[in-house]
Nanobody
Framework: QVQLVESGGGLVQAGGSLRLSCAAS????????MGWYRQAPGKQRELVAS???????NYADSLKGRFTITRDNVKKVVFVQMNSLKPEDTAVYYC?????????WGQGTQVTVSS
């Protein structure tokens, strides 16, 4: 099984930046995709950014240009750099990993952007 631990969330002023990190452990050899999702209160969970199995990147259209996903593919650590943060970015941010059979989720890290 794969375990995912997110870090880097917190409270930030509008216009500021945060970098979230997600470290995978356990049966990590087969992980071939990792990414970030978020869920705001009363909203559906939505894609933030991800690396796909074929090594392309996906971004939410509204976030492209502000958020950047990077990774260390050997250590299975994925980051998302979040710039120019807005109050509407406030959400719980979840890390996801896939091994082709299963999707694994972290417990989430809270990001709160104050206006």
């Amino acid at each position: 099984q794969v375990q995912l631990v997110e870090s880097g969330g917190g409270l930030v002023q509008a216009g500021g930046s945060l970098r979230l990190s997600c470290a995978a452990s356990g049966s990590i050899a087969a992980i071939n995709a990792m990414g970030w999702y978020r869920q705001a209160p009363g909203k559906q969970r939505e894609l933030v950014a991800s690396f796909t199995r074929d090594d392309n990147t996906n971004y939410a259209d509204s976030l492209k240009g502000r958020f950047t996903i990077t990774r260390d593919n050997v250590k299975k650590v994925v980051f998302v750099q979040m710039n120019s943060l807005k109050p509407e970015d406030t959400a719980v941010y979840y890390c996801q990993a896939s091994d082709g059979m299963f999707a694994y989720w972290g417990q989430g890290t809270q990001v709160t952007v104050s206006s």
